[in-house]
């Protein structure tokens, strides 16, 4: 069984900065790309970055040049660095572990406000 677990959100200030991190276990967790997405209020669950297995990252035009996306696989954990944070990023944060074919697995979601 999978189990993706989000941390580090929380409430910043507009500019400011988080680090999301997300702990896999229950499967061979340096084979998958990873990716985060986001979905706030009354709206679709975006797609915000993916890293594969090789490395090679994809980024929502909105947070490119902003946010970066690396993964530690000797730790089976994911990151999402987020910097110069705007309002329009609140949302809750899901760390997504994709598979060839098959719905992949969530995790549970982290929500990160950013107000002043």
């Known amino acids: 069984q999978v189990q993706l677990v989000e941390s580090g959100g929380g409430l910043v200030q507009p500019g400011g900065s988080l680090r999301l991190s997300c702990a896999a276990s229950?499967?061979?967790?340096?084979?998958?790309?990873m990716a985060w997405y986001r979905q706030a209020p009354g709206k679709q669950r975006e797609l915000v970055a993916a890293i594969s297995s090789g490395g090679s990252t994809n980024y929502s035009d909105s947070v490119k040049g902003r946010f970066t996306i690396s993964r530690d696989n000797a730790k089976n954990t994911v990151f999402l660095q987020m910097n110069s944070l705007k309002p329009e990023d609140t949302a809750v944060y899901y760390c997504?572990?994709?598979?060839?074919?098959?719905?992949?697995?969530w995790g549970q979601g982290t929500q990160v406000t950013v107000s002043s």
């Open positions: 997504h572990q994709r598979r060839v074919g098959r719905p992949g697995y």
């Open positions: 229950g499967s061979i967790f340096n084979i998958y790309t």
